[in-house]
Nanobody, 128 residues
Framework: QVQLVESGGGLVQAGGSLRLSCAAS????????MAWFRQAPGKEREFAAG????????SYAESVKGRFTISRDNDKKMVYLQMNSLKVEDTAVYYC?????????????????????WGQGTQVTVSS
């Protein structure tokens, strides 16, 4: 298992930016794909962005493509989500997640069930 702690959420106006961070500890972080999911009130948890173990492959939900950027620093055991041009509909709790399997291939519509470790979440609120 890997332990994950998110930070960087907050309140921002529409059009603004935020950078989320996820600090990992535990098993060998660099071997596993990582992702960010989000969950708005009354809605199911949905995939936002994913990154392969080495960082060479990334994927994004259509709703965030072109606005969000996922990255990782394996030396520091960190994953980041840079969010630009934020919209009111981006309001949600954002979760960092580590793949349950090293072999998971990051795609455009990842299933939460493929991720075995989760952080506690960080709230992002975008006001109009």
């Amino acid at each position: 298992q890997v332990q994950l702690v998110e930070s960087g959420g907050g309140l921002v106006q529409a059009g603004g930016s935020l950078r989320l961070s996820c600090a990992a500890s535990g098993r060998k972080f660099s071997d596993y794909p990582m992702a960010w999911f989000r969950q708005a009130p009354g809605k199911e948890r949905e995939f936002a962005a994913g990154i392969s173990w080495g960082g060479g492959r990334t994927s994004y939900a259509e709703s965030v493509k072109g606005r969000f950027t996922i990255s990782r620093d394996n030396d520091k055991k960190m994953v980041y989500l840079q969010m630009n041009s934020l919209k009111v509909e981006d309001t949600a709790v954002y979760y960092c997640a580590a793949a349950a399997s090293m072999g998971l291939r990051i795609g455009i519509d990842m299933n939460p069930g493929d991720f075995g470790s989760w952080g506690q979440g960080t709230q992002v609120t975008v006001s109009s």
